[in-house]
Nanobody, 126 residues
Framework: QVQLVESGGGLVQPGGSLRLSCLTS????????MGWYRQAPGNQRAFVAA????????YYSDSIEGRFTISRDNAKSTVYLHMNSLRPEDTAVYYC???????????????????WGQGTQVTVSS
């Protein structure tokens, strides 16, 4: 059974940085497209970033405006989300997602993933 476990969330001041991690098991990590979504209170879950199986191609929501970077380490079965210049509006539960059958393209605005983690809370506040 596929399991995704996020970590690295917490409370950070505006302008600060965090690195989220997602450890994946129960699947051959290197064949999965991986992604991050977030859900703020009262909002729907929204796409943040995705990376293809090799790590060579990355995709981002326009809302990120170049502040976040997604990366993966296939040897560690882990995907990361490096978040810089955090704003209060980035406050949300961040979810990791995986899919071995998903082909990412630049026209996708919200890629559909089959497997999800439980989420990690990120709070940006002074």
């Amino acid at each position: 059974q596929v399991q995704l476990v996020e970590s690295g969330g917490g409370l950070v001041q505006p302008g600060g940085s965090l690195r989220l991690s997602c450890l994946t098991s129960g699947t051959i990590f290197s064949i999965n497209a991986m992604g991050w979504y977030r859900q703020a209170p009262g909002n729907q879950r929204a796409f943040v970033a995705a990376v293809d199986e090799s790590g060579d191609n990355t995709y981002y929501s326009d809302s990120i405006e170049g502040r976040f970077t997604i990366s993966r380490d296939n040897a560690k079965s882990t995907v990361y989300l490096h978040m810089n210049s955090l704003r209060p509006e980035d406050t949300a539960v961040y979810y990791c997602a995986a899919d071995p059958n998903l082909t990412l393209t630049k026209t996708m605005t919200a890629p559909h993933f089959d497997y999800w983690g439980q989420g990690t809370q990120v709070t940006v506040s002074s």
